[in-house]
């Protein structure tokens, strides 16, 4: 009879570590952050490229709008939630989950730790996408409009927050994954939530504008000052309510997984 | 061929997610007829103004979602086979593996059909009973109103099917049921929203090939109603979409182990 040892209760370090090489070993991680930084470069270069600004008229411009434009980071941001989404309903649909569960029965810790390793990863890649995509957008720019540098307070908190969006994304991509545990159903529901069901809703024919408000790529163009010119623009959320709103997406979805995991038969 | 398609309506049907799907779809394209009709639109002035039943019915972005959820029913009626591992009995069952595909094309495709031609009808007939003012049953007494409804009906008839035929032909590619439905969405949903008929060339050009806008074009209702194509070319755009999925459907199939 094996008696157990002192300390053989798994870390956290080793809950930590076990995510890691799920998330390591899928081909399909690689393949979708080569995919959007990829994405945010061409978008970046396509948007800068097109852009002739008449001699004196550059203080008019709000440069930020070109490497950060409202499509591309929504198209990011549904790209982390994919990620987020496959973490969870990927381990249900294959029953890894079942291992899971039975060599860490503590559920809750194992989501803390799968977020903590999906948050890590999707913030490196909302790092690079940001970077490159403001590198990118200076480049096709040259000539017309200045001033994307990170040097620059408003650039480098725009970066920041790009950065930070996908993190967002996939956090909340794992509670709708861990709600409907189905790779097709989670993924549809993602692009459903974050860009299909705003732009329907903030389209006019329905009037829910405040529904759109309240969205997190709203509170992005707020705080991070993206928002495109527009005759009939929506109204964005004010600086304080935009990062309540930030904060509660994000505090919101780490606890809809939670709890939706530990509550469900595995 | 009919016990063909028969096996392929049993797979359709014995899916939880068919009917949830097809049925959100049909209410949400009711609902929304019927809201837009009885709201309005926001002008660009930013007031409420009163709408047109065929533009109530046939708003492009109301039917985004039903075009996406048919995509997604298609593309999981191979991707699931391929999840599943029943692909393997199905063609050992029928070796001919294009008759198979010609039963699920034709399955699919006439469920869809049937699905559009009640969202659209009803979607219709819904906006025309809620609309207000003078516009009030104007599309089915006036003719061009008439001929205009019949057009947008037979358009929607033509789209979901295409949808759903173009979500197998990649889900046929892909095989893997995050990557498809991510790709489904990102071409349907997300396409038209990144690149808009009023671009540059390039942007109208790539525009005025993606079935929305060609629906539209269609429909002259929704968004690409304005486009320069002919009403002629959007059918063949819609006709070849069609085509095209159903050949690399067919030929990927064929070529490729399961």
Not at chain 1, 134 to 141: H, K, N, P, S, T
Not at chain 2, 205 to 223: E, F
């Amino acid at each position: 009879m094996s008696t157990p040892t002192k300390g053989s209760r798994a870390r956290f370090s080793d809950l930590v570590a076990a995510e890691w090489i799920k998330v390591r070993s899928l081909r399909s991680t690689y393949g979708l952050m080569v995919f959007g930084i990829a994405f945010a470069a061409v978008a970046a270069w396509w948007l800068g490229h097109h852009v002739k600004v008449a001699p004196g008229a550059a203080s008019g411009f709000n440069p930020l709008i070109y490497p950060y434009n409202q499509d591309t980071w929504s198209f990011i941001t549904v790209l982390a939630a994919t990620f987020g989404a496959l973490a969870i309903s990927g381990e249900y649909s294959s029953g890894l989950i079942r291992a899971t569960f039975i060599a860490v029965p503590a559920r809750h810790r194992v989501i803390l730790a799968k977020s903590l390793v999906v948050a890590t990863v999707m913030a490196v890649f909302g790092a690079l996408s940001s970077v490159v995509s403001m590198y990118v957008a200076g480049a096709a720019l040259s000539g017309q409009l200045s001033g994307l540098s990170l040097s620059r307070g408003d650039v480098l908190r725009a970066a920041a927050l790009s950065a930070a969006l996908p993190v967002i994304g996939a956090l909340v991509g794992m509670a709708i994954g861990a709600l409907i545990r189905h790779p097709v159903g989670a993924v549809s529901t993602a692009w459903g939530v974050l860009v299909l069901l705003p732009n329907l809703l903030g389209s006019g024919t329905i009037g829910l504008g405040k529904a759109v408000e309240a969205m997190p790529i709203s509170a992005w163009m707020a705080l991070a000052d993206t928002s495109q010119p527009s005759p009939h623009s929506n109204p964005l959320p004010t600086t304080v309510f935009a990062w309540f709103l930030l904060a509660s997406w994000l505090l919101l979805s780490l606890a809809t997984t939670s709890a939706t995991v530990v509550r469900r038969d595995a | 061929m009919t016990d063909l398609c028969g096996a392929e309506w049993i797979k359709l049907w014995s899916l939880r997610s068919t009917p949830i799907g097809l049925g959100l779809a049909v209410a949400l394209a009711l609902y929304l007829a019927g809201s837009n009709s009885m709201h309005g639109t926001l002008l660009r002035s930013g007031s409420m103004g009163p709408i047109d039943p065929i533009r109530a019915a046939f708003d492009g972005p109301s039917w985004v979602l039903p075009m996406i959820g048919t995509g997604m029913i298609g593309a999981q009626s191979m991707v699931g086979e391929y999840a599943s591992g029943l692909i393997r009995t199905t063609l050992i069952a029928v070796p001919g593996r294009r008759r198979v595909v010609a039963a699920k094309v034709l399955v699919i495709a006439a469920v869809m059909a049937a699905t559009a031609l009640l969202a659209a009808v009803g979607g219709l007939a819904l906006a025309v009973a809620t609309a207000n003012g003078d516009s009030r049953g104007r599309s089915l007494t006036d003719s061009a109103s008439a001929s205009a409804s019949l057009h947008a009906i037979e358009a929607s008839v033509l789209l979901l099917p295409v949808c759903a035929l173009i979500g197998m032909a990649v889900g046929t590619l892909l095989r893997h049921a995050a990557a498809t439905g991510f790709t489904v969405c990102a071409l349907l949903g997300f396409g038209p929203l990144l690149l808009r008929p009023d671009g540059n060339r390039w942007a109208t050009d790539v525009a005025n090939v993606m079935p929305y806008y060609a629906w539209g074009r269609l429909t002259s209702a929704g968004p690409g109603a304005g486009s320069t194509v002919t009403a002629g070319v959007a059918w063949c755009i819609l006709a070849a979409w069609a085509a095209l999925s159903i050949v690399i459907t067919t030929v990927v199939l064929n070529r490729r182990d399961v």
